[in-house]
């Protein structure tokens, strides 16, 4: 589903699109199923790939390009996995970081950096509090 993006999205300002977007999201999440930390996490409850992959491209969309194509809710699908720590959200973050100065311009590489940092403390939170843990500060998204 292709929606344009919102005028004001700070992807456009960097260069972002649709199609950097998914090559971006397939090639990390290609690296994290072979990763050994991720892989099992991934692997086993990630039963359809190709409908998760287009779901992460649409979080993506709606992230840089703000065009409201990720309708999920990402807090519950992620609170429900057992044993998900802090290790887990900062390997995440690396191999993100990594795989985004891998496959875009620097500019567009940095705020998929900083916006995936953000997003991933801020879902850290919201699991810990969901499931009465206490929160780790410093920690990025599974």
């Known amino acids: 589903m292709t929606v344009a993006p919102h005028p004001k999205a700070p992807g456009l300002e960097v260069g972002i699109t649709e199609p950097m977007i998914r090559e971006l ?15 099992p996490i991934f692997n086993t409850h990630v039963q359809d790939w190709p409908e998760h ?5 649409a979080f993506w969309s709606s992230v840089t390009l703000m ?3 990720y309708k999920g809710r ?17 390997h995440w973050l690396a191999l993100f970081a990594q795989t985004a ?13 900083d916006r995936s940092q953000r997003i991933a ?22």
């Not at 090639?27 to 991720?38: A, H, S």
């Not at 801020?122 to 843990?133: D, K, P, T």
């Open 25 to 39: 999201v397939h090639t990390f999440y290609t690296r994290v199923r072979q990763d050994e930390l991720l892989g």
């Open 53 to 57: 992959l287009d779901r992460l491209c």
């Open 67 to 69: 065009t409201g194509r």
């Open 74 to 90: 990402p807090v519950p699908a992620h609170a429900k996995l057992p044993g998900i720590t802090g290790q887990h959200f900062a």
């Open 101 to 113: 100065r891998d496959v875009c311009p620097p500019e567009a590489a940095e705020l998929f950096i």
């Open 121 to 142: 403390q801020s879902l850290q939170n919201a699991i810990a509090f969901v499931r009465g843990e206490p929160f780790e500060a410093g920690h990025g998204a599974a």
